[in-house]
């Protein structure tokens, strides 16, 4: 993408998820990108960390629990609650909703000079290149 380039989005809850979890694209550049996961039972990820991002999560709808090292809860939020996570600290998330699919926003900040990059610290319980990830982006 070119510098003055404008894009524009529009967020609709995917309807044809084959698995736990989907990704919505919202919109991005070289310095930040938004995206819209929803996440299933089973969508659950593992405890990882992220050099060269920070990541700002806010729940749009359901529920979703933070861990930390050790499988010790950071916290819990419902809607339009949320967390930062700085790079370099490792997290793992799961929805908590017993009766409704967590649509989570997450904000990423990259950090300019620094290879971006996810670290595992456990073996990854989903499969980061099998969730599907739908471009919703319309550059003008």
């Not at 003055?4 to 990108?33: C, H, N, T, W």
């Not at 405890?47 to 529920?63: N, Q």
């Not at 050790?70 to 799961?94: A, N, S």
């Amino acid at each position: 993408m070119s510098e003055g380039s404008y894009q524009v989005f529009k967020y609709e809850k995917p309807s044809d998820m084959p698995g736990g979890k989907a990704i919505v694209q919202l919109a991005g550049s070289d310095i930040i990108r938004g995206r819209v996961q929803v996440v299933r039972e089973g969508g659950e990820n593992n405890l990882h960390s992220h050099r060269g991002m920070d990541g700002f999560w806010m729940v749009l709808a359901g529920r979703v629990r933070f861990y930390g090292p050790g499988d010790v809860v950071i916290g819990e939020f419902g809607k339009y609650e949320g967390i930062l996570i700085p790079r370099g600290e490792q997290y793992w998330f799961e929805s908590a909703s017993v009766d409704e699919e967590l649509e989570i926003l997450q904000m990423a900040g990259f950090e300019k000079g620094t290879k971006v990059e996810r670290i595992d610290a456990e073996d990854q319980k989903l499969k980061v290149e099998s969730v599907e990830v739908k471009e919703v982006t319309e550059t003008r």
